[in-house]
C-alpha cells in the first residue's frame, strides 16, 4: 500500500472543503485502490462518519496532540511519515503568517524541507495560492516548491502569482477544482429534504443567495460595514421578491457564516418568502442538490459558485476573493462578477434580474465548458500515479 498525506482546511466546518476531501477520494478510487491517505483534522471523528468508507486516516490536531493546530508533532509526522504530500484547496498564503490558527503556510513551509531530504514529493493538487504580499511569504513558498515535482492548479492566477513573483517552480498544470465532479444525492433523498424545509413551493420559481461571514475582510477594500452589507443584500432580495415574484434561498456553506446570514434576513421586508439551509444540517452533495433547484445563484463563498456551475445554475460572484471571479472565468462566466465598490441594491438586483432573464442561455453555454473542466479535475489523479509510481 501506498501512503499520501492531504492537507486542507478538513474539520468538517465548510462544505467546500469537505467537497474537495470527498471528490479526491472519490476520483482517486476510480482509478486504485492501494492508497491509504492520511488527513490531519480538528475533527477526526467527521472524517471517519464522512468518509469512513475509503482507505482514509484521520489525524488529530488538537492541543493534547502535541500542536497548535497545524504547528507542531502531528503535521511534522503526517508530511515526512508518507509516500506522497498532496496540498489542496487555497490553504497557502501569508495572511497573519506568524498565527498557526490561520495559516498554514509557515507550518508547512518549516517541514518541507524534511520531507525534500527524505524525498517525499509536495505535489499541488487542483489549488490555488495566495495572496503572497509579504518577502517572508515569498520565500516560505519557495521552499514548499523546492519540494514539488508538479502544481497542478484549479486556476490561471496561481500560475500568474508563482510567474510574477519568480520563484524557482517545477511544471505548473493548470486544471480544475475537484468540487465540481460533486455526486447529487438519490432525488428521494432530495424530495425529502425539500419537503421538510418547505422549498420550492412557489411556481414563478426560486433565486439563491449566500453570505460571508468576513465580508470584504480579504479584499480590503473598506468600502462596506457588516450593518451596510447586510441591509443591501436584505434589499436586493426583496427587491427580486417585488420584481420577479420569486422566492430567495440563502445557502449557507461554511457553519460561521450562520449568523450573518440571519442578519441578512433580518433585514428583509418579505422574511416569509425567505428560507435558510446550511451546512449544519446537510452535506455538500445535499445542499448542491438543493442548488440545481434554483433559477441563478449569487454568492460570496467560492465554494456555492462552483457548487452551482456543477449542476447547470448560472452563478454570480459578489467578489470578495481573486478565486471566485477566477473561476467563473473559468467556466464561461466571467462577466457575472460584481465588486465591492460596485455593492449596491440596484447594482445587484439589475445584474441578478438579467441574469435571471437570461438563465437558460446561460446554462446552456455553461455546460460544454464544465463538462471539460469536471474531466481535467480527474485527470490530475494520473499525473499524481505517474509521481508516485516512480518513486
Known amino acids: 500500500m501506498k501512503t499520501i498525506t492531504v492537507l486542507g482546511n478538513n474539520s468538517g466546518r465548510n462544505a467546500g472543503d469537505n467537497a474537495i476531501l470527498g471528490n479526491l477520494l472519490d476520483d482517486f478510487a476510480l482509478k486504485r485502490s492501494d492508497i491509504i491517505f492520511k488527513v490531519p483534522t480538528l475533527s477526526t471523528d467527521?472524517?471517519?462518519?464522512?468518509?469512513?468508507?475509503?482507505?482514509?486516516?484521520?489525524?488529530?490536531?488538537?492541543?493534547?496532540?502535541?500542536?497548535?493546530?497545524?504547528?507542531?508533532?502531528?503535521?511534522?509526522?503526517?508530511?515526512?511519515?508518507?509516500?506522497?504530500?498532496?496540498?489542496?484547496?487555497?490553504?497557502?498564503?501569508?495572511?497573519?503568517?506568524?498565527?498557526p490558527f490561520v495559516n498554514n503556510l509557515k507550518s508547512i513551509a518549516l517541514f518541507a524541507p524534511f520531507c525534500k531530504k527524505k524525498n517525499i514529493p509536495i505535489v499541488f493538487y487542483n489549488s490555488?495560492?495566495?495572496?503572497?504580499?509579504?518577502?517572508?511569504?515569498?520565500?516560505?513558498?519557495?521552499?514548499?516548491?523546492?519540494?514539488?515535482?508538479?502544481?497542478?492548479?484549479?486556476?490561471?492566477?496561481?500560475?500568474?502569482?508563482?510567474?510574477?513573483l519568480e520563484l524557482n517552480h517545477p511544471e505548473i498544470v493548470v486544471h480544475s477544482d475537484c468540487a465540481l465532479n460533486t455526486e447529487l444525492p438519490s432525488q428521494q433523498r432530495l424530495d425529502g429534504i425539500i419537503a421538510k424545509e418547505n422549498l420550492f413551493t412557489?411556481?414563478?420559481?426560486?433565486?439563491?443567495?449566500?453570505?460571508?461571514?468576513?465580508?470584504?475582510?480579504?479584499?480590503?477594500?473598506?468600502?462596506?460595514?457588516?450593518k451596510?452589507?447586510?441591509?443591501?443584500?436584505?434589499?436586493?432580495?426583496?427587491?427580486?421578491?417585488?420584481?420577479?415574484?420569486?422566492?430567495?434561498?440563502?445557502?449557507?456553506?461554511?457553519?460561521?457564516?450562520?449568523?450573518?446570514?440571519?442578519?441578512?434576513?433580518?433585514?428583509?421586508?418579505?422574511?416569509?418568502?425567505?428560507?435558510?439551509?446550511?451546512?449544519?444540517?446537510?452535506?455538500?452533495?445535499?445542499?448542491?442538490?438543493?442548488?440545481?433547484?434554483?433559477?441563478?445563484?449569487?454568492?460570496l463563498r467560492t465554494h456555492t459558485l462552483?457548487?452551482?456551475?456543477?449542476?447547470?445554475?448560472?452563478?454570480?460572484?459578489?467578489?470578495?476573493?481573486?478565486?471566485?471571479?477566477?473561476?467563473?472565468?473559468?467556466?464561461?462566466?466571467?462577466?457575472?462578477?460584481?465588486?465591492?465598490?460596485?455593492?449596491?441594491?440596484d447594482n445587484l438586483t439589475t445584474l441578478m434580474t438579467r441574469a435571471w432573464d437570461e438563465r437558460e442561455g446561460l446554462s446552456a453555454a455553461m455546460a460544454p465548458i464544465v463538462t471539460l473542466e469536471k474531466a481535467k479535475a480527474r485527470e490530475s489523479v494520473v499525473l499524481v500515479s505517474n509521481i508516485l509510481d516512480s518513486i
Open 128 to 164: 490555488s495560492i495566495g495572496p503572497i504580499d509579504h518577502e517572508v511569504g515569498k520565500n516560505a513558498l519557495q521552499k514548499v516548491l523546492d519540494s514539488s515535482p508538479l502544481v497542478i492548479t484549479r486556476d490561471t492566477q496561481t500560475k500568474s502569482l508563482i510567474e510574477n
Open 306 to 345: 462552483i457548487f452551482c456551475a456543477a449542476v447547470g445554475t448560472p452563478p454570480i460572484a459578489i467578489n470578495a476573493y481573486p478565486k471566485s471571479a477566477g473561476f467563473l472565468r473559468t467556466v464561461g462566466m466571467g462577466d457575472w462578477t460584481i465588486d465591492f465598490e460596485d455593492l449596491s441594491v
Open 228 to 299: 451596510q452589507f447586510c441591509k443591501i443584500l436584505g434589499g436586493t432580495a426583496d427587491a427580486l421578491i417585488e420584481k420577479l415574484d420569486v422566492d430567495i434561498l440563502f445557502t449557507v456553506s461554511q457553519i460561521m457564516d450562520m449568523k450573518v446570514t440571519l442578519e441578512c434576513v433580518q433585514n428583509c421586508r418579505y422574511q416569509s418568502r425567505i428560507k435558510v439551509v446550511g451546512n449544519c444540517d446537510y452535506t455538500f452533495q445535499e445542499l448542491t442538490g438543493l442548488l440545481s433547484n434554483v433559477a441563478v445563484h449569487a454568492g
Open 46 to 99: 467527521f472524517i471517519k462518519k464522512s468518509f469512513g468508507y475509503h482507505n482514509v486516516k484521520p489525524i488529530g490536531m488538537m492541543p493534547w496532540n502535541l500542536c497548535l493546530k497545524n504547528l507542531g508533532w502531528p503535521m511534522y509526522s503526517a508530511m515526512t511519515k508518507t509516500d506522497m504530500v498532496l496540498i489542496t484547496d487555497n490553504i497557502l498564503f501569508d495572511r497573519k503568517f506568524n498565527n
Open 202 to 226: 412557489n411556481s414563478q420559481g426560486t433565486i439563491g443567495l449566500n453570505v460571508n461571514a468576513y465580508i470584504d475582510n480579504w479584499s480590503e477594500t473598506g468600502t462596506l460595514n457588516r
